[in-house]
Every structure is written in structure tokens, then in C-alpha cells.
């Protein structure tokens, strides 16, 4: 049950930062919210995993930042959502360069962040 907390207070947090940062108004033809939403989850997951990696952590801190927090944070649903409806709307190159965008900014985001975890920790 602990662990669940644990979690679950990760997911709000998460879910109310995500929330926040999409209220951000800008006039564009392009979801760079979400798409800055995504990559910045994938640095902070790859950061506690980087730390988890070097250094102990209890678990139900890694718990509250990987499964609870990055998870009510990110927004892969709705990235996927933003993708298929550029498409539909007959922006298939917005979409593509979206979905190739987030593919890529975000795996060399966990990258970063290990790197970033591995380099504090050394």
C-alpha cells in the first residue's frame, strides 16, 4: 500500500505540472508544449535512473519519480493524439517531423539525463 501512495503522490504532482505547463499559450501551428512536456520527462527519467543506477535510492522515491511523477507528466496519449490529428487535418509533414521530433529529442533525453546523473555522481 505504501508504495501505491508512494506513486500515486508522484502521479499528482506529475499530473498538475503537466497541466500547468499546458495552460502556456503559444500561437502556433505545431504542439510544442507537448513536445516539451515529453522530452523534458524523458531527461528527468533518465536522470533518476542515472542516480538510481550510481547511487542507492530507496525505492519508493525511485516509485514517486519514475512510475508516479514522469508518468502523470508525460504525455505520450496525448502526443499521439496531437500526431494522428496533423495528420487527419492533412499535415502530414508537421506530423511527421513531430513524431520524428519527439522520437528522437526524447531518447537522447533519458540519454542526457544519465549523463547528467553519472557525471553529479562521479
Known amino acids: 500500500m505504501e508504495k501505491i501512495l508512494f506513486v500515486a503522490l508522484g502521479g499528482a504532482a506529475g499530473a498538475v505540472c503537466r497541466y500547468l505547463l499546458g495552460l502556456i499559450n503559444i500561437r502556433i501551428d505545431f504542439p510544442v508544449i507537448t513536445l516539451a512536456i515529453n522530452l523534458i520527462g524523458a531527461v528527468i527519467i533518465g536522470f533518476v535512473t542515472g542516480v538510481a ?3 542507492s535510492i530507496h525505492t519508493n522515491i525511485t516509485l ?27 499535415k502530414a509533414f508537421a506530423g511527421s517531423i513531430y513524431g ?3 522520437l528522437v529529442l526524447c531518447v537522447a533525453g533519458v540519454w542526457l539525463g544519465q549523463y547528467w546523473a553519472k557525471a553529479l555522481l562521479s
Not at 65 to 79: D, R, V
Open 100 to 102: 520524428i521530433l519527439s
Open 64 to 90: 514517486l519519480l519514475k512510475t508516479g511523477f514522469c508518468g502523470g507528466f508525460t504525455t505520450f496519449s496525448t502526443f499521439s493524439l496531437e500526431t494522428l490529428t496533423l495528420f487527419e487535418n492533412g
Open 53 to 55: 543506477a550510481e547511487k
